[in-house]
């Protein structure tokens, strides 16, 4: 290749380069407090962390069920790159609006979507806004023209508002146990905090009340619970304590489930303790008989064919 063709070759790669460099934005630094420069600013509700995979903004789900901007984080891209497409991914639950909500467009904490996209306007910027919905910690993604900036948050669950299971236990007469419940708020995130008041009507009992609380030893809501003095039912309620659902959490959540009866058949005294020696007597029959079985079976297998033998047990 002559000279005057190789500095044509190098003027055109040079020119090239230039050209991929003034079109192609940087990823943007994720910042907390405006700032000058290509940034993305993360501002709006209180949060923690620092947004990153180790240390994610944490961030309350919008309990209340509205999505005022004081509910939401507010992402403001600012960036060289001008009128240029932008779109934004979300995971793990987390929503993304294009304003907060209020009269016009009715955005309530069920509203959202997990993806977003738009333009940036003449100045290189735009604006969206997020909420978690769950506890797992989850990615927004922004790509604008290319390049990716990515933010990690974890929501923060609000308080109790549905009482989703309660298992009630099996009592004699004067016998104790436990109650055994899971609770969740609004979203379906379980909840470790708050009570739930336990009513409990018939057998010789009162009607007076206990509380259902989470166990940080069990990991689990549990309340203990005593029969009374004579076999019959004992009715048991269970309620969240403090709750009273607002006409804004019902819009976006429906009513809560927060609360739930139960009947417990309680037996003469002793009967229990006389059905569980009888069951323990049986188990330990089964298992002879397992055994002897399996004995017998593995003698039976090393005598016939592979296609003939028999399951163990």
């Given at each position: 290749?002559?000279?005057?063709?190789?500095?044509?070759?190098?003027?055109?790669?040079?020119?090239?380069?230039?050209?991929v460099g003034t079109t192609s934005a940087s990823a943007l630094t994720v910042v907390t407090t405006a700032s000058a420069g290509s940034n993305l600013l993360v501002d709006g509700i209180t949060k923690t962390g620092s947004g990153t995979n180790a240390l994610p903004y944490l961030v309350a789900v919008p309990e209340a069920g509205t999505v005022a901007a004081g509910s939401l984080m507010k992402f403001t891209v600012s960036s060289d790159v001008k009128s240029r497409a932008i779109?934004?991914?979300?995971?793990?639950?987390?929503?993304?609006?294009?304003?907060?909500?209020?009269?016009?467009?009715?955005?309530?904490?069920?509203?959202?979507?997990?993806?977003?996209?738009?333009?940036?306007?003449?100045?290189?910027?735009?604006?969206?806004?997020?909420?978690?919905?769950?506890?797992?910690?989850?990615?927004?993604?922004?790509?604008?023209?290319?390049?990716?900036?990515?933010?990690?948050?974890?929501?923060?669950?609000?308080?109790?508002?549905?009482?989703?299971s309660v298992t009630l236990p099996s009592l004699e007469a004067e016998g104790t146990d436990v109650i055994i419940a899971t609770v969740t708020d609004?979203?379906?995130?379980?909840?470790?905090?708050?009570?739930?008041?336990?009513?409990?009507?018939?057998?010789?009992?009162?009607?007076?009340?206990?509380?259902?609380?989470?166990?940080?030893?069990?990991?689990?809501?549990?309340?203990?619970?005593?029969?009374?003095?004579?076999?019959?039912?004992?009715?048991?309620?269970?309620?969240?304590?403090?709750?009273?659902?607002?006409?804004?959490?019902?819009?976006?959540?429906?009513?809560?489930?927060?609360?739930?009866?139960?009947?417990?058949?309680?037996?003469?005294?002793?009967?229990?303790k006389t059905v569980k020696a009888e069951l323990a007597i049986v188990k330990a029959a089964v298992a002879t008989l397992t055994a002897d079985y399996n004995a017998l079976a593995n003698k039976y297998n090393k005598l016939v064919k592979k296609s003939k033998r028999v399951a163990l047990k």
């Open positions: 290749m002559s000279k005057k063709l190789i500095a044509v070759a190098a003027a055109a790669a040079l020119a090239l380069t230039g050209l779109s934004v991914t979300a995971t793990s639950g987390i929503k993304l609006l294009d304003a907060p909500g209020d009269a016009t467009n009715k955005y309530t904490a069920a509203s959202g979507a997990a993806s977003w996209s738009s333009t940036t306007d003449a100045a290189g910027a735009a604006v969206f806004y997020a909420f978690p919905t769950t506890t797992t910690k989850g990615l927004v993604t922004v790509t604008l023209d290319g390049d990716i900036t990515q933010v990690y948050v974890t929501g923060v669950a609000g308080a109790a508002y549905d009482i989703t609004a979203f379906g995130n379980a909840v470790t905090a708050g009570s739930l008041t336990v009513a409990r009507v018939g057998t010789g009992t009162s009607s007076g009340a206990t509380y259902v609380t989470y166990s940080t030893t069990t990991k689990r809501w549990e309340g203990s619970i005593t029969a009374g003095t004579s076999a019959g039912s004992l009715a048991v309620g269970l309620t969240i304590a403090g709750l009273t659902a607002t006409a804004d959490q019902k819009a976006a959540f429906g009513d809560p489930a927060n609360t739930s009866f139960g009947v417990i058949a309680v037996s003469a005294k002793g009967d229990i």
